[in-house]
């Protein structure tokens, strides 16, 4: 299963009907969730997930570490709120994208020390996952896919996945 994959059946077979479920009540309810699904999804020890690593002046929610060619082939921004502010996290996930440098990413347990420097696939794949009202700009696929093209961002590499938020009835069981 491709990255790319792995993030969209994640988020489309997991994340999304447990929001509709109730059983997401925050972000990092959902940051958690599709690391979860990350790692079962994506082979070990080839991938590693990681959360909320430290790439210079970022931090990015989820990225996905090849470990065998150290490089990072996936960086994913989650967003989870009704009207959702986004440009930031797509100016973010484009300058990660252009990015030339070397990241110390894996933790030396015995040292608590960071080593291993993974640099950016040319390849890596960019994603946003959005759960907003209906109406909310954020989950406008066009919208998505218009901002990372003014930023430079090649379509291939860029993933939105969005959810908007709709009311379900609920029945008594």
């Given amino acids: 299963?491709?990255?790319?994959?792995?993030?969209?059946?994640?988020w489309e077979d997991v994340c999304c009907p447990a929001y509709q479920k109730g059983e997401i009540n925050n972000e990092c309810t959902l940051h958690?969730?599709?690391?979860?699904?990350?790692?079962?999804?994506?082979?070990?020890?080839?991938?590693l997930v990681l959360c909320e690593p430290q790439?210079?002046?970022?931090?990015?929610?989820?990225?996905?570490?090849?470990?065998?060619?150290?490089?990072?082939?996936?960086?994913?921004?989650?967003?989870?709120?009704r009207y959702p502010k986004f440009k930031g996290d797509l100016e973010?996930?484009?300058?990660?994208?252009?990015?030339?440098?070397?990241?110390?990413?894996?933790?030396?347990?015995?040292?608590?020390q960071f080593h291993s420097n993974f640099g950016v696939s040319p390849n890596c794949v960019l994603t946003f996952g959005v759960i907003g009202a209906d109406d909310s700009e954020a989950v406008d696929e066009r919208t998505l896919l218009s901002k990372m093209d003014e930023?430079?961002?090649?379509?291939?590499?860029?993933?939105?996945?969005?959810?908007?938020?709709?009311?379900?009835?609920?029945?008594a069981s």
């Fill in 1 to 10: 299963m491709s990255v790319a994959s792995a993030f969209k059946a994640a």
């Fill in 32 to 47: 958690a969730m599709l690391y979860a699904e990350l790692r079962a999804r994506l082979p070990r020890p080839k991938y």
């Fill in 55 to 81: 790439l210079d002046n970022a931090i990015p929610d989820i990225v996905v570490l090849d470990t065998a060619d150290q490089t990072i082939v996936g960086i994913g921004e989650l967003k989870l709120d």
């Fill in 92 to 112: 973010k996930l484009a300058r990660l994208a252009r990015s030339e440098a070397k990241f110390p990413l894996l933790l030396d347990p015995a040292q608590m």
């Fill in 151 to 171: 930023h430079g961002v090649r379509a291939d590499r860029f993933v939105p996945l969005i959810h908007k938020a709709r009311a379900t009835s609920r029945t």
